[in-house]
């Protein structure tokens, strides 16, 4: 359990780059920004994850605004978000986890 709450880890610390998307990579990859102690790097550097990323939903809040903003030139400004929810599974030899992930755009 604890293993894998450290893989998770590396995961959510380079969501920027791994997570959103489905992709094949090593752990290698993961933690090369993380200082570890070498046996622990070996033992990482071969082992394979696949990633897979599920979009559950999305959440507009434009959709709950009901008032129309103007600007001065009588244009309507949106200034809404738009929330990404989806499930990030990393799946091994050794185990599999689930994360439930949020992105704004």
Do not use: P
Not at 63 to 80: I, R, T, V, Y
């Amino acid at each position: 359990m604890m293993r894998t709450n450290q893989y998770n880890s590396f995961l959510l610390s380079v969501s920027d780059r791994y997570g959103f998307e489905s992709s094949n990579i090593d752990m290698k990859r993961l933690v090369d920004e993380f200082e570890l102690e070498s046996d622990l790097r070996r033992r990482l550097k071969s082992m394979k994850v696949k990633v897979e990323y599920e979009e559950l939903t999305t959440i507009d809040t434009s959709e709950f605004d009901d008032s129309a903003e103007s600007d001065e030139e009588g244009k309507s400004s949106n200034s809404s978000l738009v929330f990404e929810i989806g499930k990030t599974s990393l799946s091994t030899k050794e185990f599999n986890t689930h994360l439930i992930r949020v992105r704004t755009q």
